[in-house]
DNA sequence: TTTACAAATCGGAATCATTACGATATAATG
DNA sequence: CATTATATCGTAATGATTCCGATTTGTAAA
């Protein structure tokens, strides 16, 4: 998923594309990791183009929603990062910076065997620690 | 993890035995599955007995750093269970009522494999769903 | 290109979970 | 049973997120 994909779709979708919905596409398709609403704010503010909390937190939720950011919870804020829909997969998250490395393994095919009378409508697998960048910093 | 065990740890680690922290750990020992810090406080104001949020978080940290209770990041609130030490393993977790079922399977080795530079210090592996009771409901 | 209007933004107030604080109470030890 | 460090209490403060009324802006039709 790219900037230009995701103004596709929020117009395919009757959504209006506005300057501040642009700055955040852009934002997160530049990071590739988890970032906060914070993150971005704090982002924007050095750029001289901050804007409400309100709208971010409202785009942030209709990006999910579109399926155009994916979301985690981490030590009580919610993380965002540009959702790679291509194929089905987890990640390792740096706990300093924040950044993502792709782990292409999923063990739900044996655990939903094991699961037959749940009704499972999703999962989590993350892998935490601290990236090879950050270890040398 | 039991009540018994758990006192016997706190007296170990020179924690002092009170009967807040006594309530709390039978309200774990007696729910299986992730709890909030609320599900905790309404459950002991219904029986007359409800104690300061201070104490509540202040005890729901100390249990986790002691290893009484595990914990996961829910909705934007922090949720903790009983800790089952005694096997590395992972849970299916109900959406409505919270309670878990136990998955005795970890991908973990065949991902160590992958991440040889990565420091990694933990992971989370969970299933969302309902479970058999809640459908029937 | 202008107009019209639904949709989006803004700033600030409100809410929810969580943490901090000073005063009081209490478990553990001698 | 006296001492004292530790825990609790009630409340105020914090941090993330949501809500709200007023204003602005993209979009589509005239």
């Known amino acids: ?24 596409l852009y934002y997160f398709e ?17 750029n001289y183009e901050s804007m409400s909390f309100d709208t971010v937190y409202r785009n942030l939720h209709l990006y999910h929603s579109l399926g155009i950011l994916e979301s985690t919870d981490l030590d009580g804020e919610k993380h965002f990062r540009m959702n790679c829909m291509t194929d089905h997969h987890h990640h390792f998250i740096c706990k300093d910076c924040g950044n993502t490395k792709k782990i292409p393994i999923c ?14 409508e999703g999962h989590k697998l993350e892998v935490y620690g601290v990236c090879p ?5």
Do not use: H, W
């Open 133 to 137: 960048l950050c270890q040398s910093a």
């Open 30 to 46: 530049e990071e590739d990791g988890y970032r906060t609403a914070k993150d971005f704010m704090l982002f924007t503010e050095e």
């Open 1 to 24: 998923m790219d900037v230009k994909q995701a103004i596709q779709l929020l117009q395919n979708e009757g959504y209006k594309v506005t300057k501040p919905r642009e700055n955040m």
């Open 107 to 120: 063990p739900m095919g044996e655990i939903e065997e094991m699961l037959t009378d749940y009704d499972i």
